[in-house]
């Protein structure tokens, strides 16, 4: 473990309470227990990042965990008695896509799916096509190639006025050969059947899920989507995409216009490389970005993109 890791772990045991990197610096500074070549004004930046480093890489063997975004504690206090339980709540660490996929994701008949992916409809009148069919069922991902299904995904879009957030996606994140170390708008969330509640406002779960996703992957309180009610992102379309190899999805689109407080670092989100592009002057490099993104640009740029009623 390194020294700011040892430094965390000291003050969060010393004072057993969450805490955030500036408020750990700043007890190591008062006890006196920085070494010396630990300096800098970029201290914070560098103990965040370290701490959110051995939280999404070394997972259950981390002894570090979130409680909310920015905050952190020590495992050791989550089986303390003592040790109040409105703090025992880990918040996930950032998803990667080969943990996206659950048992019980949904899945559609490629042939379905396949009809939708030279087009794009309402979130309505997919579900006025699923009605009266078969085509929709739970499985584990892995059975649905051989079974003739495709998973359902969503793709939630960041947009700030006429922008989106772009960013790099690393290997770790994205182990398919044709996304890893492409730049994306999107962030995937692969739909379950728990994902789907009596709260949810539609028969899937779709925007319960992308919420899921965005609070995950953009460190964000879950709390941020539900007030007001315009913060919680929007279903634009259903479609159906291919990636280089050609197999096929179905892709639910949603935008989410982020509050104006919000702005992407990769100090904030561990994201490579994030950006704010506008959709309607594309970058010339396209073939940089992830096939679905490369599609859904063009969507977003079209000047007589159908305009759906949400939901």
């Given at each position: 473990m390194d020294s700011y890791l040892d430094i965390a772990r000291t003050v969060l045991r010393a004072h057993r309470r969450p805490m955030g990197a500036r408020s750990i610096l700043a007890a190591a500074y008062k006890a006196n227990i920085l070494p010396a070549h630990i300096y800098g004004k970029t201290q914070q930046k560098t103990l965040q990042a370290r701490l959110s480093e051995d939280i999404l890489h070394d997972r259950e063997a981390s002894i570090f965990y979130?409680?909310?975004?920015?905050?952190?504690?020590l495992k050791e206090f989550l089986s303390d008695p003592d040790f109040p339980a409105k703090?025992?709540?880990?918040?996930?660490?950032?998803?990667?896509?080969?943990?996206?996929?659950r048992p019980d994701s949904l899945a559609i008949r490629t042939t379905m799916a396949a009809?939708?992916?030279?087009?794009?409809?309402?979130m309505s009148e997919f579900s006025e096509r699923l009605e009266g069919s078969d085509a929709l069922t739970v499985m584990h991902p892995k059975e649905m190639a051989k079974r003739g299904y495709s998973a359902i995904w969503t793709f939630s879009v960041v947009r700030r006025d006429?922008?989106?957030?772009?960013?790099?996606?690393?290997?770790?994140?994205?182990?398919r050969d044709t996304f890893a170390n492409r730049r994306s708008i999107g962030f995937l969330g692969a739909l379950a059947a728990d994902?789907?509640?009596?709260?949810s406002t539609d028969s899937l779960g779709v925007q319960d899920c992308a919420v899921a996703v965005l609070s995950q992957d953009l460190d964000l309180s879950v709390a941020t989507?539900?007030?007001?009610?315009?913060?919680?992102?929007?279903?634009?379309c259903v479609t159906a995409l291919a990636d280089l190899q050609g197999h096929l999805d179905l892709v639910i689109v949603l935008l989410w216009d982020s509050p104006e407080w919000f702005e992407p670092t990769t100090r904030r989100l561990s994201l490579n490389d994030p950006g704010w592009l506008r959709p309607s002057m594309?970058?010339?490099?396209?073939?940089?970005?992830?096939p679905w993104s490369a599609r859904i640009i063009k969507w977003l740029a079209a000047k007589d993109r159908p305009k759906f009623v949400h939901g």
């Open positions: 979130r409680t909310e975004p920015g905050q952190f504690a703090w025992k709540t880990e918040f996930p660490a950032r998803r990667r896509t080969r943990d996206l996929k009809s939708l992916e030279n087009t794009a409809i309402s006429d922008q989106v957030l772009a960013y790099r996606i690393g290997r770790y994140r994205d182990d994902d789907v509640s009596l709260f989507f539900e007030h007001p009610e315009e913060q919680v992102p929007k279903i634009e594309p970058p010339n490099d396209m073939d940089d970005f992830e």
